[in-house]
């Protein structure tokens, strides 16, 4: 069984799950595949602790819960990790898609282990623009990144967020 959500409903969920002392409990193997971040929706949890709370209430391991970094201006996703596996998680792109850190005062590549901006070049955004700049915080980790956060006072951004007219 595979459980999908973002993570705004986690939080709302696994309050829930807390609030009426209730443990949920899904077949051996089954996985959490958590996406998107609070904007505003939930308080925000450290993603070590939401992962805890997810594991705890819904009896899956936490090496079992893949998280996706994407948006709707890129067609591709980046995943932190394969199921199973227990080591930092690190998002990476499939081979078309490439995340790099850049200084915000620079603009150019940050070296291994410094926080910058976010940079995608999606080749799969054929028709659209090819590269995009985020407000997204991270941390370059090899070939990957680490997903710090966002950019102090910028937007809420995401696909779960509605227009709203004024």
């Not at 499939?94 to 901006?117: F, I």
Request: hydrophobic share 40%; with cysteine; proline share 2%.
């Amino acid at each position: 069984m595979i459980v999908c959500g973002t993570a705004f409903s986690f939080v709302h969920l696994c309050d829930y799950l807390n609030e009426n002392d209730v443990r949920l409990s899904f077949p051996a193997g089954s996985r959490v595949f958590e996406t998107g971040g609070y904007k505003g929706r939930s308080r925000t949890v450290p993603k070590a602790e939401l992962h805890a709370m997810i594991s705890e209430r819904l009896a899956v391991a936490e090496s079992h819960i893949v998280t996706e970094y994407g948006m709707s201006e890129i067609s591709s996703q980046a995943y932190d990790r394969t199921v199973g596996r227990t080591a930092q998680r690190i998002f990476e792109f499939s081979h078309w898609a490439r995340a790099t850190v850049v200084s915000m005062e620079t603009g150019e590549a940050a070296r291994d282990g410094e926080t910058g901006l976010l940079r995608i070049v999606d080749l799969a955004n054929v028709g659209s623009v090819y590269a995009i700049q985020t407000e997204d915080l991270a941390i370059r980790r090899g070939n990957g990144f680490e997903l710090v956060g966002r950019v102090m006072a910028a937007e809420p951004r995401g696909c779960s967020l509605m227009q709203v007219e004024s």
